[in-house]
Every structure is written in structure tokens, then in C-alpha cells.
């Protein structure tokens, strides 16, 4: 005789998307903070990538703001918002747009903390679509590479829903500006190409949970060689690793999940067992995230490593707006297969 599953069995079976988990954690917290708002273009219909959807119609138009096409005035009045003691919460249509608002990111947001001696707050998150997707050389930055030098500024890229709500949580909570840099092939929002790998959905509980940022996660363990990646190539790399333990090698994945703070201790622990290192980012390779930890490594490290490490990265070129072009310029799965394969050839 078939019976009704309990509600809290079900409950701890869901699964969502990256775009559901955020939304539920941006929900979470305008209930739990009445100073916590979102502003940005087009909002009130649910956004790009539908990371606002259904928010008006609880919190109403004072909580949901949509702004003019004006990056640097919404941004600034962010600013202020935050420094007069509330939460807000941008959403970009593509993160892309943020460089229009450079000035008031890198010449306030970041400095003002540190100018003022601690005394002004700046608790301000930018959602922000980052990375390639077939549109073109103006809508395919890696957000996060380009920020990745500024002091002042923590750096978040989740990619999996249930760190994407954690981590949310985290950064609407945090004193400082936060760069939320989520792939735009990871939403998983309606229409959208979604990254595919063991972890693209994924459970994501009712409890309330929040994943501390500068804590980074081993998304498969390995013995034989570490890889770092994070985004959709955290996707790809894990596909290449799960591939490869049918041929007998043992890749550890491991995710930094934020890029500022850097768990540089998770990555070292790893080497200390593995010998090999790669790493794998989206960006391009010059100034990269990549070429900073693979400094680190070196620097704290170089002593338990068999083989030079091995970075893969974009070329230093402007992404082609050609579907063809693109693909060739963006590392896959085979280009990261080969790099690991050639380290152990060493």
C-alpha cells in the first residue's frame, strides 16, 4: 500500500537550482532584516537571469527598487545607502555593466572602510552575471578577474546551489562590499543554459545554514593530482576528473568558492598529499586569480611538489562573438583532460 511521504522527508530530498537557492536566501534575509533591499534594471519583473522573481510581491516597491540605466548612480546611491546602515543588494542584468560604475567601486566602495579607520561600514552586494555564454566579446567578462586586484573588496563564486545560498547569506551579513560572481550557465533560470555535471542541482535544506566566505570545499577527493577551479570550469573539471578515475587516476577537485579571502591552506594541504597541482579558471591567464595562488603555492609549498604546476586560463584575447571562435578560445573539458594528463607524464 503506497503512503504519503512526510513533509519533512520531502523537504530533505529537494533539489534546486543556483537561481532558486538565491532567491530563497535573498528572501531569508529581507524577512530576517527589514534594512536589506535589492535595487537594479528591471528587477521588479524578476531580472535577467530571474534572481528577483516574485520579490515585489512581498516586499513591495519601497524593498524592490528598479532603477534608471544608470550603473553609476544606482551604485552610488548604494554606497550611501550603506553607509547610513542599511543592506542593499544590486542585481546586474550582466556583470558586465558593473564597469560603468568603476569609479564608485574602486574610488569609494572599496576605500572608504579603510579611510574612515573602521568607522564607516560598507555592507553592499553586487549579483553579478559573470563569464562567457555566446554574446558577444561585451557580454562575456570574467567579472571576477578583472576585480581580483582591488584591496577592499571580498570576491564570491559559487557553483553549486547549495554554497550559492550559503554564501549569499554570508555576503548580505558581511560589513564589506561583495563581488557575487555567479556564472551565467549556472543559474539555471528558465530558458537559460544550464553547466552540466554530478552538482549542477543540488540539495539545498529549509534549515537556515550559512557557508562562511574564505572557506573553500573538496568537491571529489583524490590521491594523484590536485585541480583548483572554480565556476563552470569547477563543472568541467569535476566531469574530467569523474572520467578519469575510470582510468585509473585519482583527481582531488577542489573548490575555492571565494576568490577574496582564498583558502590558501585547503590548497596546500591537498598538494602536501597529491604532488601535482592545476589549476583552472575562465579568466584570462594574464593577472589572473590562478597566477596568484599558483605564486602562493610556490612560495609556501614548492618543497612537496614533483612537477611545475600547471595553469589553464583564457588567452589574453577578447572573447569572439562567434559560437565556433569562442569555444576554441574558452578552456573545455579537453583542454583541461590534457593538462592534467601531461602533468603526469612528468
Given at each position: 500500500m503506497l503512503t504519503r511521504r512526510s513533509t519533512a522527508a520531502q523537504s530533505s530530498e529537494r533539489e534546486l537550482t543556483v537561481v532558486q537557492?538565491?532567491?530563497e536566501a535573498?528572501?531569508?534575509?529581507?524577512r530576517r532584516d527589514e534594512q536589506v533591499f535589492v535595487l537594479g534594471e528591471d528587477i521588479r519583473i524578476g531580472?535577467?537571469?530571474l534572481f528577483t522573481l516574485g520579490l515585489l510581491d512581498e516586499f513591495g516597491p519601497e524593498r524592490v527598487l528598479n532603477t534608471p540605466i544608470s550603473e553609476a548612480g544606482f551604485v552610488g546611491l548604494a554606497i550611501g545607502a550603506a553607509i547610513q546602515g542599511m543592506r542593499p543588494i544590486i542585481?546586474?542584468?550582466y556583470g558586465d555593466f558593473i564597469f560603468t560604475a568603476f569609479d564608485q567601486i574602486i574610488q569609494?566602495?572599496?576605500k572608504l572602510r579603510y579611510m574612515s579607520g573602521g568607522q564607516v561600514r560598507i555592507p553592499l552586494v553586487f549579483q553579478l552575471p559573470t563569464g562567457a555564454s555566446g554574446r558577444g566579446a561585451q557580454h562575456a567578462n570574467s567579472v571576477e578577474t578583472v576585480f581580483y586586484s582591488i584591496p577592499g573588496l571580498k570576491i564570491v563564486t559559487p557553483a553549486t546551489p547549495y554554497d550559492a545560498k550559503g554564501l549569499f547569506k554570508s555576503a548580505v551579513r558581511d560589513n564589506n562590499p561583495v563581488l557575487f560572481c555567479v556564472h551565467k550557465h549556472l543559474y539555471g533560470s528558465k530558458g537559460r543554459q544550464l553547466a552540466r555535471s554530478s552538482i549542477s542541482r543540488g540539495h539545498v535544506p529549509d534549515e537556515e545554514y550559512l557557508t562562511p566566505l574564505g572557506k573553500g570545499d573538496i568537491k571529489k577527493r583524490g590521491s594523484d593530482i590536485t585541480a583548483v577551479a572554480n565556476g563552470i570550469m569547477l563543472h568541467r573539471t569535476l566531469n574530467v576528473a569523474e572520467a578519469l578515475e575510470h582510468e585509473g587516476l585519482s583527481v582531488e577537485v577542489v573548490d575555492p568558492r571565494s576568490l577574496v579571502p582564498f583558502d590558501t591552506e585547503l590548497v596546500i594541504d591537498s598538494v602536501m598529499r597529491t604532488s601535482r597541482l592545476v589549476v583552472v579558471e575562465e579568466g584570462s591567464e594574464r593577472g589572473g586569480w590562478g597566477a596568484q595562488l599558483a605564486a602562493e603555492i610556490a612560495g609556501q609549498?614548492?618543497?612537496?611538489?614533483?612537477?611545475?604546476i600547471r595553469r589553464v586560463a583564457s588567452p589574453n584575447v577578447p572573447i569572439p562573438f562567434s559560437p565556433a571562435l569562442e569555444s576554441a578560445v574558452i578552456p573545455d573539458e579537453t583542454v583541461i583532460r590534457s593538462a592534467i594528463l601531461e602533468l603526469?607524464?612528468?
Open positions: 537557492a538565491l532567491r535573498v528572501r531569508e534575509e529581507m531580472g535577467s537571469f542585481d546586474f542584468q569609494q566602495c572599496s609549498a614548492i618543497g612537496y611538489l614533483d612537477v611545475p603526469m607524464e612528468y
